[in-house]
């Protein structure tokens, strides 16, 4: 995203309307699961926002050979 385009919500809007629509068409889950990255701060604090809590971490490692 452009940086001119940040900081007005869209991101926490979408993520909130996904969470909403996966409600609704499935109202007997017990949640949701995301993955974001720790170094995307933005979408960490959407995802803080709408209440996500850390539950796992992986780790990847790459060798250049």
Do not use: F
């Amino acid at each position: 995203m452009l940086p001119e385009h940040r900081g007005h919500g869209l991101a926490r809007w979408m993520k909130a309307e996904a969470v909403r629509q996966a409600r609704e068409r499935y109202p007997y889950l017990d949640g949701l699961l995301t993955d974001t990255a720790d170094s995307n701060r933005h979408m960490r604090g959407v995802n803080d926002a709408l209440g996500y809590l850390p539950t796992h971490k992986t780790l990847t490692l790459q060798l250049d050979l």
